[in-house]
């Protein structure tokens, strides 16, 4: 128990998959995946992990069907409805990351409610991805930087990798230790590009809308057994 990532991060893949091989639309796996959703925090909460990001919705998936973008909003809506009970019955903080501003006015609506009402939580803390993308992250970092380089209050001497940190959407977050994606693929899609650095990834070939704390369990005892260097040699992390 006191090897446990203070963070993970999930990439949730596999809806569209799971609902095709039941011969339903893709939306049906999307509604399928709250249980996931609800094991997962759960888990986390449980097991005593500090942070959970949840990537929910990128700025890529805007290029979907609208009729699935759409009910990928009303669904946004009613689970973080739905959910709230649960949120505050297992002491969970929820953030939000992400251009939230683009969201339609009722996620808008319901995130900010939820936000407030999960602001005292001292648990776990839910962080949503909605509407992000590694890059759009990065990119807003270095245009606030280079605004306050312009009104003199930084210099480009003093641009190092913890400046850069504090100006993305995660400022005062630490970094995930673990990146679990779901579905097989291997890849981060455009996710978490600057603080997944030194991440362990996890790739499982579970669809999304059967992943459950037994699998996020598999997860973590896999990063809890391998040996996290950081540049440095075996011998030199086994003489701490």
């Not at 339609?104 to 509407?131: C, D, H, R, S």
Request: glycine content about 8%.
């Amino acid at each position: 128990m006191d090897a446990l990532p203070e963070h993970i991060a999930i990439i949730m893949d596999g809806n569209g998959r799971w609902a095709k091989k039941k011969g339903a639309a893709r939306i049906f796996g999307h509604q399928n995946a709250i249980k996931a959703v609800r094991e997962s925090v759960e888990g986390c909460a449980e097991l005593g992990v500090s942070y959970l990001t949840l990537f929910a919705f990128s700025t890529e998936n805007w290029n979907r069907p609208q009729i699935e973008v759409d009910a990928l909003m009303s669904l946004l809506v009613s689970t973080i409805k739905d959910e709230l009970p649960t949120l505050m019955k297992n002491n969970v903080r929820l953030k939000a990351i992400g251009n939230t501003s683009a969201l339609p006015k009722q996620v808008k609506q319901n995130l900010e409610f939820g936000l407030n009402e999960t602001l005292k939580n001292t648990g776990l803390t839910l962080i949503l991805a909605l509407n992000y993308s590694g890059r759009w992250d990065i990119e807003n970092a270095f245009c606030e930087i280079a605004r306050k380089i312009e009104e003199k209050e930084l210099s480009t001497g003093d641009i190092r990798d913890g400046l850069i940190s504090g100006f993305l959407s995660t400022d005062g977050i630490p970094d995930p230790e673990l990146v679990i994606r779901t579905s097989g693929e291997q890849r981060i899609s455009n996710f978490y590009l600057w603080q997944s650095a030194y991440s362990e990834l996890h790739y499982t070939e579970v669809l999304w809308p059967d992943f459950r704390k037994l699998d996020l369990g598999k997860a973590i005892n896999d990063f809890q057994n391998r040996e996290r260097r950081f540049g440095k040699t075996s011998e030199q992390v086994g003489a701490r």
